[in-house]
């Protein structure tokens, strides 16, 4: 499918007279994989050799050899042979990131019967910067972003929050632990809503289911995030698109999966610039990126925000290891959005005016 443009029969970002407006899909989802089943927070120890891993930044960078092991329900110590190679664009760069972030390959065979069973590859977003205790704030509020979409909808990446003490066996540096987070992998995340992968080169915003659409947009909205696109191919790939993934079939079902936030308002790392072409001079300044709809395919997902709210409010209140100050912070950037929404003018004037035309 890559080199083709999709074109599906339902999903139009703009209803003829009559037509029902659309709300994101919630119908019924497979159960998630024992990974991303608990919002529990894993304990693991990371033995590998995280200095080399530490100076792998190029575009095709090695395996490496790790072992990954935690304790079962039963107290039992469970022992994964798996291998580690870096991963990513920004976070990869070594003025960013001297961690960078890594993509886990399990053995198969080894993890039936423990947590990590059904799962082959996974991203692990790391904690990017050993020193600087604010990254790990920057962690959870990354992990929690990814927690308060599956508010609203199952065709979301679950994700799992971990305890990772990592152990060096070629240095003579002392273990540390730190926060991180496994993201589940998009066949995964497809296979459970019944769908599949949809890679094309390029896409048409009509080709969208509308309120999935339309959810994506007002959650990025919400968390203050211009780093995306729906029609515009991922760097470095050769499909759509930016930071998001598309899932679906070619039958009739398309829907934009949101991803990597760490440009966020919300979370404002210190590395996140804002992109001064829209007319903004800070990551935390909200600029609306969707694409012109009428006024009630808005409405429809506002309800659902509003229907929501509290559970959002409480994903990232109630989060241990979250900062008074993170958390007061975020509590406000919430509180701004959820104004806007509510006030017609408001809407007007910051959502319904600045809209991309398609």
């Given at each position: 499918m890559v080199g083709s443009v999709l074109l599906l029969a339902v999903g139009t970002a703009c209803p003829v007279a009559g037509q029902q407006v659309q709300r994101p899909l919630e119908g019924e989802t497979a159960a998630p994989a024992p990974l991303f089943a608990s919002h529990e927070v894993l304990t693991l120890n990371l033995e590998a050799p995280l200095a080399s891993l530490r100076d792998d930044r190029g575009?095709?960078?090695p395996e490496r050899d790790a072992v990954l092991m935690y304790f079962d329900g039963l107290g039992q110590p469970v022992r994964l042979?798996?291998?580690?190679?870096?991963?990513g664009h920004t976070r990869l760069l070594r003025q960013i990131c001297d961690f960078p972030p890594l993509r886990v390959n399990f053995r198969r065979s080894q993890v039936e019967g423990t947590v990590f069973e059904g799962q082959n590859k996974l991203k692990l977003?790391?904690?990017?910067?050993?020193?600087?205790?604010?990254?790990?704030?920057?962690?959870?509020?990354?992990?929690?972003?990814y927690r308060a979409y599956g508010l609203f909808t199952e065709a979301g990446f679950r994700v799992r929050l971990a305890w990772i003490t990592y152990l060096d066996p070629d240095t003579e540096r002392d273990p540390y632990s730190r926060f991180a987070f496994f993201i589940e992998e998009e066949e995964d995340l497809a296979e459970r809503n019944g769908w599949e992968v949809?890679?094309?080169?390029?896409?048409?915003?009509?080709?969208?289911?509308?309120?999935?659409?339309r959810l994506f947009e007002v959650f990025?909205?919400?968390?203050?995030?211009?780093?995306?696109?729906?029609?515009?191919?991922?760097?470095g790939k050769t499909w759509c698109c930016h930071n998001a993934r598309v899932i679906g079939n070619l039958a009739g079902v398309a829907l934009p999966v949101p991803y990597d936030f760490d440009m966020a308002g919300i979370i404002d790392t210190r590395y996140a610039t804002a992109d001064t072409s829209l007319g903004i001079h800070s990551v935390r300044q909200r600029q609306f990126m969707g694409f012109c709809a009428p006024r009630e395919e808005l409405e429809a997902v506002f309800s659902l925000f509003n229907e929501r709210r509290e559970a959002v409010y409480a994903v990232f209140r109630d989060q241990a290891g979250l900062s008074e100050r993170s958390v007061r912070r975020t509590m406000g950037y919430l509180d701004d959005f959820y104004d806007i929404i509510n006030d017609p003018g408001a809407v007007t004037r910051e959502m319904i005016e600045p809209c991309r035309e398609l």
């Open positions: 575009e095709d960078p042979d798996v291998q580690l190679r870096t991963r977003v790391t904690h990017c910067q050993d020193r600087q205790l604010e990254y790990q704030q920057y962690v959870l509020l990354e992990y929690l972003v949809i890679k094309v080169e390029r896409i048409h915003p009509y080709d969208l289911q509308a309120g999935q659409l990025q909205y919400l968390i203050g995030n211009t780093d995306w696109s729906v029609v515009a191919r991922e760097r």
